[in-house]
């Protein structure tokens, strides 16, 4: 009997802390009046109007557990049914350990096994596909808690670099279980490492120690280096919907809903208006939350179907697009 991997439940945290642009664009403004003029255009083109900071006693794993916590909820288990955790960060609470083990522990998932995905804003659709692959392969595995977490501001100079209008926290999650109907259909993996140069946090690793002087000069901070051309997603996006589609041997025209990576509400309709899909196939949530990065599909899916915009045999797809960079398609099936 074939056994599929399906999502049988969804949650999300914000945290309490909310900083709207015109806040930030007033720390801009102490700055550079320009800086504050910049904040402007950046809303206009990310439709980005606010954002909220955990509070300073808080990691990235604090995020991911309550969101975790809301997703056994909606699918009905407890932390002791969790069989494996999955978590998609790029602002970790250390190098090592993995993040996830701190979850488990926080969370009480005492029989769980762990690891991290790091593949920054494509880590959700990732972990989505290797808990389904994970569970159709394995019959000892019933629930996967599949979690996204993100707490750039804290690796950020939110108050000089105006880089930091984006950066939200939050947390998002899933629960994947088996099921003799497929959930899961199929998947696409795509990388540049040509741009791994362009935006990153490029110390406190292996290849530049975090010494007191790069402390000090802010090089264990977050940087944009190099903007990203907006072909990366503009045309990735679309490329990677044809691929799944393709994978999954379903037309374009089949899929119900497309959850994308929250940074610009413009590459959204752009590339909806490419596929031929209607806007109302998408959902976004940059406007209330900003950018997640990491946890922002699984926090924008969450609230989809508890909108009552996802319902039961839609086929929904997920895009995720991160610095490095790496972009990951996957498309479920919902029971």
Known sequence: MARYGTIIGT???VPKNEVSNETFAEWMGEISPKLAEVVGKFEDSSNIKTRFYADEDMT??????EAAKEALKDAGITADDVDLIILGTDSPDYITPATSVVVQEKLGAKKAGTFDV???????????ALAAGLISTNPNLQYVLVIGAYMMHRFA?????????????GAGAAVVAPSEEPGFISSTFFADGSYYKHWGIYAGGAA?????????SGKTQV????????EVNNEGWPKRIREVAENGNFAIEDIDFVIFTQVRLNSIKLVMEELGLPLEKAHWIMDKWGYTGSACLPMAF????????????????FIGSGVGYNQAGVAFRMP
């Open 223 to 230: 940087k944009l280096v190099t903007p990203f051309p907006a």
């Open 118 to 128: 790091g593949c920054a804003c494509a880590s959700f659709p990732t972990g989505l």
């Open 157 to 169: 100079d939110v108050k000089h670099d105006v880089i930091s209008f984006f950066y939200g926290d």
């Open 60 to 65: 990235t794993s604090d995020l991911a557990v």
């Open 208 to 216: 530049e120690p975090a010494t007191v002087e790069n402390v000090k």
């Open 11 to 13: 949650g999300r945290y």
């Open 302 to 317: 969450d609230d989809a179907r508890k909108l009552g915009k996802i319902k039961s045999g839609d086929l929904v797809v």
